[in-house]
C-alpha cells in the first residue's frame, strides 16, 4: 500500500507540471469574429469553406493565383455576410513559391485558421509522365508546408490557431491510377500528426480531411482525359461542396489529437 502511494505521489509530481506545460487546446466553439485564410479560396471546396465560414461570421481571406477569379469569389462569398463588419479579403499567389506567398502572407495581419485547401489531382498510370509526381508534390504537398511555415509563426505568436489539411480519400488508402496525387495526399497525413506534437504546447490544433469525389470545377478538369474513370467504375457517391464543410468544421470538436474526417458520401465514418 505504501508503494502505491508512493508511486501515485511520484506520478502526480512529474504529470501535473505536464499539464500546465501542454495545456489542452482550447477549444473553438464558434467561428464569430475569427480569421480565416483559405488557400484555394477562390473555387471548389476552398470557395464552398469560405460561404459556410461567413455565413457563422468569421472574417474570411482567400487565396489563389487568378486575380478575376479570385474577385468574383469575394463577390459570392459576401452575399453570405451575416455581420457589416465581416472582412472578406482576397491574396492573389502562388503556393508553391514560398517567397512570393510568404511576402503576400506577411500582409493578412492575424489569423486564427489556415485551411490548406489548393490542390488538383490528376489521374495517371505509374509510367505515364514522370513529371507528374513533382508537379503533384510541389502543389498538394510543398503549397501546404508552404503556407503553414509562413503563418505559423503568427499563431504561436499569440497561442491560439488552427490548420487544416485538406488532403483526400486518396490520402487513406491507394486508389488504382492515383499513384503521384495519393502519395502527395498521403505526405499530408505524416505532415500533420508530426506538426501537432510541436505545435499543441502552443495552443494550436490541427486537422486533415479526407473528402471523396466532389463536384467541383477542379473534379471536372480531373475528369476531362480520366481513361481509368471508364475501366475501374466509379468508387464512391459524388458528394457536393456543402457535405464536405462537415469534414472541416469537426475540428472546432476536437483539438488535442489530429483529428481526420473521412467521409463517404452523407456519411462521416472516422472522426477521432
Ligand atoms: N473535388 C474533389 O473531388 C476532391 C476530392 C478530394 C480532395 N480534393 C482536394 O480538395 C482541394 C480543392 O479541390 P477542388 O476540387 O475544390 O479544386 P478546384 O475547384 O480546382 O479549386 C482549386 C483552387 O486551388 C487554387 N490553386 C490551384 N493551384 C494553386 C497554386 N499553385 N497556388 C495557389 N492556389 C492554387 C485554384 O485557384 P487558381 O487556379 O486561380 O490558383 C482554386 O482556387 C484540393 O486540394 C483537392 O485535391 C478534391
Given at each position: 500500500m505504501f508503494y502505491i502511494i508512493l508511486m501515485l505521489i511520484v506520478l502526480a509530481i512529474i504529470c501535473i507540471p505536464l499539464i500546465f506545460w501542454f495545456p489542452p487546446c482550447k477549444k473553438i466553439d464558434s467561428l464569430s469574429k475569427l480569421h480565416i485564410v483559405i488557400t484555394g479560396g477562390s473555387s471548389g471546396i476552398g470557395k464552398a469553406l469560405a460561404m459556410e465560414a461567413v455565413k457563422r461570421q468569421a472574417d474570411v481571406s482567400l487565396l489563389a493565383r487568378n486575380k478575376t477569379k479570385l474577385e468574383n469569389a469575394r463577390k459570392e462569398v459576401e452575399e453570405y455576410k451575416i455581420l457589416e463588419n465581416q472582412e472578406i479579403n482576397t491574396?492573389?499567389?502562388?503556393?508553391?513559391?514560398?517567397?512570393?506567398?510568404?511576402?503576400?502572407?506577411?500582409?493578412?495581419?492575424s489569423v486564427d485558421i489556415l485551411i490548406n485547401c489548393?490542390?488538383?489531382?490528376?489521374?495517371?498510370?505509374?509510367?505515364?509522365?514522370?513529371?507528374?509526381?513533382?508537379?503533384?508534390?510541389?502543389?498538394?504537398?510543398?503549397?501546404?508546408v508552404n503556407a503553414t511555415f509562413s503563418l505559423l509563426p503568427k499563431m504561436k505568436a499569440k497561442r491560439f490557431g488552427h490548420i487544416v489539411f485538406v488532403s483526400s480519400m486518396a490520402g487513406q488508402l491507394g486508389i488504382f491510377g492515383y499513384a503521384g496525387y495519393s502519395a502527395s495526399k498521403f505526405a499530408l497525413r505524416g505532415l500533420a500528426e508530426t506538426l501537432l506534437m510541436e505545435v499543441r504546447p502552443y495552443g494550436i490544433g490541427v486537422s486533415v480531411?479526407?473528402?471523396?469525389?466532389?463536384?467541383?470545377?477542379?473534379?471536372?478538369?480531373?475528369?476531362?482525359?480520366?481513361?481509368?474513370?471508364?475501366?475501374?467504375?466509379?468508387?464512391?457517391?459524388?458528394?457536393?461542396?456543402?457535405?464536405?464543410?462537415?469534414?472541416?468544421?469537426?475540428?472546432?470538436?476536437?483539438?488535442?489529437?489530429?483529428?481526420?474526417?473521412?467521409?463517404?458520401?452523407?456519411?462521416?465514418?472516422?472522426?477521432?
Open positions: 491574396f492573389c499567389a502562388d503556393v508553391t513559391d514560398y517567397n512570393q506567398l510568404s511576402n503576400v502572407l506577411s500582409e493578412v495581419g489548393a490542390g488538383m489531382a490528376k489521374a495517371e498510370l505509374f509510367e505515364d509522365n514522370l513529371s507528374t509526381y513533382k508537379q503533384l508534390m510541389d502543389l498538394n504537398y510543398f503549397g501546404s480531411a479526407f473528402p471523396p469525389d466532389t463536384e467541383t470545377p477542379g473534379f471536372k478538369e480531373e475528369n476531362k482525359d480520366k481513361v481509368i474513370y471508364e475501366t475501374t467504375g466509379i468508387l464512391f457517391d459524388i458528394a457536393s461542396v456543402q457535405e464536405i464543410f462537415l469534414l472541416c468544421l469537426l475540428f472546432v470538436a476536437r483539438r488535442n489529437s489530429v483529428s481526420q474526417c473521412l467521409c463517404w458520401s452523407f456519411f462521416t465514418l472516422d472522426c477521432r
